[in-house]
């Protein structure tokens, strides 16, 4: 894997300043909804360590609740397969569908198939995959990866998803109204439903002691795309297990406030058993997710992936979802990359302003901030940041001189007044490219120190 910049790929991003004004906008206003969410439960940081909890014994006992589900589900009716990685998984997948002869796919939203690249598998063997969720649609269309993993297609404003759809759906050229737009999504998406020989959904939480499934949705997709096929794949990370229903409710209250200041979403869909003369498959993959799990970053897969910690971050909220390259981005999403690819995605750890606000709005309290200064200190010493470590070298030894460090604030603060422009602002300034140099103070602390002595 290439070395992801994202500084390189924020820039870009910041190049069209109304846009990256308004994505930052559009997303804080989420996380305010999210904090009024909040403040109505008065229980709710109580529901935040329990889910913590909940989920810290689930995986310290992982093994145990997996055999548990696939006993329980089989004894349901349901089919149990294992993935290594993403190659099985899509394997798997291919199989199943094999099987019944299966040319046409609806897909509910699924950040796990997103992770495996399902889609040009499938499609690169000739099987038509449509994701039914309105935001996958539109980037699908779009030939773009989600942005977000709540709102994919966040980064986009609706005169861009109008023009998408002229290009794709023959709408009108020009048209912009959200809700025209939904309707021409809705009656195009109304025919793959119908047309389809299969349906694939992700897994919210997956309940070992019932041996059943549960998917949440705004669109009611999941359940229009499983109610006609004869053949519903439910594709799951192992981290997605929680003990039982009675588990279910502290999630159920946490996810949709967390994601979007719902009280819950629109749709949650139980799935314990399949139809009648209907085939109901669950693929459990791991994927590296064992391999995190005994990493120092194993809080990470507590995640319910509400999106909130993207929402609050002040530096996914000013560079787009794209900047991170990886299928989950913002703060979560730096942690999973760095784990898995850590020279790769050295970049991400420092796309950080360790301002912990992730931690703050997680509601199962995984500390990514603490994680992603972990990651940095180990990250520092990756070929792209030798510049950087010999500037900290440089930093630390001056620091160990006072008289050295205060010539220097000095001499800087000289500099500022009386040096041409173009010699400080310039490419070897890095910091002075977006942002004007911070204009020291007449004295400085210690000189007002000693004067408050004398």
């Not at 301002?355 to 990514?368: E, F, G, T, Y």
Request: hydrophobic content about 40%.
């Amino acid at each position: 894997m290439r070395g992801i910049d994202h500084g390189a790929n924020a820039a870009a991003f910041l190049s069209d300043a109304k846009q990256a004004a308004w994505h930052d906008r559009a997303l804080w206003h989420v996380r305010q909804k999210r904090d009024a969410a909040a403040r109505s439960v008065p229980e709710w940081e109580d529901l935040r360590r329990e889910a913590q909890r909940i989920k810290e014994h689930t995986l310290e006992h992982l093994a145990y609740y997996l055999e548990k589900f696939e006993a329980a589900a089989k004894r349901n009716g349901i089919e149990v397969y294992w993935a290594r990685d993403a190659a099985e998984h899509n394997g798997i997948v291919h199989r199943l569908l094999s099987e019944i002869g299966a040319q046409k796919v609806v897909k509910s939203k699924s950040m796990l198939t997103e992770e495996c690249g399902l889609n040009p598998y499938l499609q690169e063997r000739g099987i038509e995959v449509t994701d039914t969720d309105l935001g996958e649609r539109i980037v699908q269309l779009a030939g773009e990866r989600p942005s977000h993993i709540v709102l994919p297609a966040i980064h986009l404003k609706k005169e861009q998803v109008g023009a998408i759809f002229a290009r794709h759906l023959g709408t009108p050229e020009g048209l912009e109204d959200p809700t025209a737009l939904t309707r021409a999504a809705r009656e195009h998406l109304r025919r793959k439903f119908l047309e389809a020989d299969a349906a694939i959904t992700g897994v919210n939480f997956a309940l070992a002691e019932e041996g059943g499934i549960v998917v949440c949705t705004n669109e009611g997709n999941a359940d229009l795309g499983t109610a006609l096929p004869p053949l519903h794949i439910a594709c799951m990370g192992i981290e997605k297990l929680i003990p039982d229903a009675k588990s279910l409710g502290i999630f159920t209250r946490l996810l949709a406030r967390s994601a979007t200041g719902q009280a819950i979403t629109a749709y949650t869909s139980h799935f314990f058993k399949p139809a009648p003369g209907k085939r109901l498959a669950v693929i459990l993959v791991d994927n590296g997710r064992s391999d995190l799990l005994r990493s120092e970053a194993s809080e990470a897969l507590r995640c319910i992936r509400c999106g909130a910690c993207m929402n609050t971050c002040p530096v996914y909220r000013r560079s787009g979802g794209h900047s991170y390259e990886s299928v989950i981005p913002g703060p979560i999403g730096s942690v999973l990359s760095g784990v898995r690819e850590p020279e790769a995605a050295a970049s991400l750890t420092f796309a950080c302003t360790l301002c912990a606000s992730c931690d703050a709005v997680c509601p199962v309290r995984i500390p990514l901030h603490e994680d992603l200064l972990k990651e940095r200190e180990r990250t520092v010493h990756a070929p792209q940041y030798r510049g950087k470590v010999r500037g900290l070298r440089f930093a630390a030894w001056m620091l160990r001189h006072p008289w050295l460090y205060r010539a220097g604030l000095k001499l800087y603060g000289w500099s500022l007044k009386h040096l041409p422009r173009s010699w400080i602002y310039n490419r070897a300034n890095a910091w002075g490219r977006d942002r004007e140099m911070p204009v020291p103070a007449e004295r400085s602390f210690a000189e007002w120190m000693e004067e408050r002595k004398k």
